[in-house]
């Protein structure tokens, strides 16, 4: 729905179609300020019939994350690929594998020749649900865990180039020291999409942490959001990833949509 209230259905019906511009993924990416949604036609995959889970541990960020270079490059995709740094764990760094596929002996031999690759200290795969559930529980409540270490803590989504994530974990550290804040890291190593966390005793003044995270994460090839978008908290550092004109064209595309501004005012620019 448009901000001047006309209807309209965007997208198309067949698996491919390319005519005119791909409306849709500007709408979705718009974080409401183009249009209002109001149905959505999304497509479904069939669920994998076989899942296969493992934590591995290692001695070190390094190690961690030289075994995800490992993997990446081995040939195999696994559907899952997560990272926590050793401030995360408490003294190692861990990785979540997790393959699926349609039969057991051939996701778990798959499952089996990354863990081999990967070379880690230990390692534990999950032999039935409740241990996979486990695994990733863990994954889960990673972000509650931290905030009980912190008084204040901020949670920041950026992506790197997966080559560049122990730059990334590696600058992270050197700014926490430079300002007597802990740091953090866990995230999507299978797609460089982490959660960069500053861990304070006391909202202090963390602008400047701040400014030199996102700075360090344009540096290395990044972006500044991967899943949550600009809104109001991260707009005064777009112009860090975006050229003037380049966010002068948004822009113009916003005044087209919402003449008047109506629709999440304030938000992105």
């Known amino acids: 729905v448009l901000a001047s209230g006309e209807v309209m ?67 195999f995709l696994p559907k899952t690929l997560e990272y926590m740094d050793a401030s995360c764990m408490e003294g190692y760094a861990a990785l979540v594998i997790e393959c699926d596929g349609d039969e057991d002996e051939s996701v778990l031999n798959i499952l089996s020749e990354l863990v081999t690759l990967a070379n880690p200290t230990d390692s534990k795969v999950a032999l039935s649900e409740k241990q996979r559930e486990e695994i990733w529980e863990h994954r889960r409540q990673m972000s509650v865990r931290l905030k009980k270490r912190a008084a204040y803590k901020i949670s920041e989504d950026i992506v790197v180039p997966r080559s560049q994530i122990l730059a990334f974990s590696q600058g992270l550290q050197a700014i926490g020291q430079r300002h007597q804040i802990d740091t953090a890291v866990f995230g999507h190593a299978g797609d460089g999409n982490l959660h960069a966390q500053l861990l304070m005793k006391q909202e202090t003044n963390h602008d400047k942490a701040l400014l030199e995270l996102f700075e360090l994460t344009v540096q290395l090839g990044g972006t500044i959001s991967g899943e949550h978008g600009i809104g109001l908290a991260k ?25 008047d501004g109506m629709l999440n005012p304030g938000k992105i620019f």
């Not at 591995?56 to 994350?65: I, K, P, T």
């Not at 050229?243 to 003449?259: E, G, H, M, R, Y």
Request: glycine fraction near 6%.
């Open 9 to 75: 259905r965007l997208g198309k019906n067949t698996v491919k179609g390319v005519a005119g511009y791909d409306l849709v993924s500007l709408v979705v990416g718009s974080e409401g300020t183009l249009a209002l949604v109001t149905e959505i036609t999304v497509s479904l995959l069939p669920k994998p019939r076989v899942l296969q889970t493992a934590l591995l541990q290692f001695d070190s960020n390094e190690m961690a994350l030289q075994a995800v270079t490992k993997i990446l490059h081995s040939g």
């Open 235 to 259: 707009k005064a550092y777009l112009s860090l990833e975006q050229t003037p004109s380049v966010i002068a064209l948004q822009q113009a595309i916003k005044k087209v949509w919402d003449p």
